[in-house]
């Protein structure tokens, strides 16, 4: 089906641990997004993309590392997971004139 | 910092009356104004979108903008209890490539 997928949806994983969210689109949406949310925060934005081994640096990026080495996937890595990383994590695919499109979403609990 | 302003609430509207929902931003470049809504639980789904001064109608949705006052509102006619959700304004930041978020508003309509 065409749109954007997250998995997994839920995670539960151990201090320490590495952890890869996938995000996958059909639209061949140049621009992707890795944001978080938490409660009182609001969507933080992580890393995001303006194309195939293009990323950068968003309001957290601390703790993360992104990839991208095809138009339709931009996962997203926690190299050593922190219960400050507990969240759910959106990816999102910007089609034209600047509309964000989410995915479902992904909650990550870091015991 | 660029921000983008919104009242968190909870806002509390009678069924069928008009909701009105309101955000600031602070980028006086921004071209780009977006209003999504988040269901608990969900992903923000865009709602409207509105690149110029004026208002936008989309059915019971009407978008007002006023690049002037750096002001952008959403009102909600014939409320019903399926609006109930969280409402997050969304600016383009100017001269970058990312989208700045409000935290949102919570609106609950009462049956």
């Known amino acids: 089906d065409a749109g954007i997928t997250q998995s997994p949806r839920y995670k539960i994983t151990e201090t320490g641990r590495q952890v890869t969210l996938m995000c996958h689109q059909t639209w061949s949406h140049s621009y992707m997004f890795w944001y978080r949310q938490d409660l009182g925060h609001g969507l933080r934005l992580i890393y995001y993309?303006?194309?195939?081994?293009?990323?950068d640096k968003g309001e957290v990026p601390d703790g993360y590392v992104v990839s991208r080495s095809k138009t339709e996937n931009f996962p997203l890595t926690l190299e050593s997971a922190t219960r400050s990383q507990t969240s759910v994590y959106f990816c999102?695919?910007?089609?034209?004139?600047?509309?964000?499109?989410f995915g479902p979403g992904t909650r990550l609990t870091v015991l | 910092q660029k921000e983008v302003e919104q009242n968190s609430g909870p806002l509390s509207v009678p069924e069928g009356a008009i909701a009105s929902l309101n955000c600031t931003y602070s980028?006086?470049?921004?071209?780009?104004f977006f209003w999504y809504r988040q269901y608990s639980g969900k992903s923000p789904e865009l709602i409207m979108s509105i690149y110029s001064n004026g208002d936008k109608e989309d059915g019971r949705f009407t978008a007002q903008l006023n690049k002037a006052s750096q002001y952008v509102s959403l009102l909600i006619r014939d409320s019903q209890p399926s609006d109930s959700a969280t409402y997050l304004c969304?600016?383009?930041?100017?001269?970058?490539?990312?989208?700045?978020f409000g935290k949102g508003t919570r609106l609950h309509i009462l049956p």
């Open positions: 999102a695919s910007e089609g034209q004139t600047d509309t964000q499109y």
């Open positions: 969304a600016v383009n930041d100017w001269g970058d490539d990312k989208i700045i």
């Open positions: 980028d006086r470049g921004s071209q780009s």
């Open positions: 993309s303006a194309a195939a081994d293009i990323t």
